[in-house]
């Protein structure tokens, strides 16, 4: 796959056809990918070159704040002194500017391609409890069932809070567990009873079912976005 890095389109040779080209090639593969139903990493790839770009036309000097695990304090330095040498340049800035206006409208076509993809997968996507909920629901497992398939991935989940500009948001990790395959014995309340009987650091888990009745890719698509609804699920149940 081929990859961009964070200040692409201010590195080397600045000029415009040059840099469309870069774009275009790396949104092509992209676009490919999205065209199977393939989200990620693509999608938040994208969406960070997007922010990075505008941040960069913005002038904005906390890049490393938004952008924590993407940018280091040396690339953010980078993008710095960029701007600090351009700025000087009148031609180079307007032949930079040119580019990241291009840049940001493309790129904005491609996200809205991929976010009407992940609205359509998000929208076929249900969750149910199973049994009775614990007062702590950060932890627990959940089962993802896809099509009409009997297999049913097992995950554990641990949900934490972090705070980023003054506000808090939630994260999820996840881990495989196990596939079972469910039948008329072998039910959600059957797999739960059995995780429970097998795995004594969860004796009381929160337990849910993410289903969807279509089939998508695992773990481009299907994993991250039913991650997403269910720390959605679990946030609006406790609000």
Partial sequence: MRTLSETWFAEGYIDFELKKYTLLAYLQEVNSCFRQNMLYPELADIIFHYNNIIAFRENKRFLQEQFPKKLSGIQMQKLQWLYEQLIEDDEMMQELEDIINYSANTIKQTISN?????????????????????????????????????????????????????????????????MWYRSIATTYEHIKYELIRKRSDLPNPAVYAVETSLKFPLEETLLPIAKRCLVKFISSAAA
Avoid: H, M
Avoid at 131 to 139: A, F, Q, R, T
Avoid at 149 to 154: L, Q, W
């Fill in 114 to 178: 991929g976010a009407e993809i992940y609205e359509f997968v998000e929208t076929k996507i249900n969750i149910t409890p199973i049994g009775i909920v614990p007062l702590d629901n950060n932890e627990g497992y959940f089962f993802l069932n896809t099509g009409d398939e009997k297999d049913t991935r097992v995950y554990q989940y641990r949900l934490s809070i972090f705070e980023k500009s003054e506000e808090k948001y939630r994260s999820i990790k996840t881990a495989y567990i196990d």
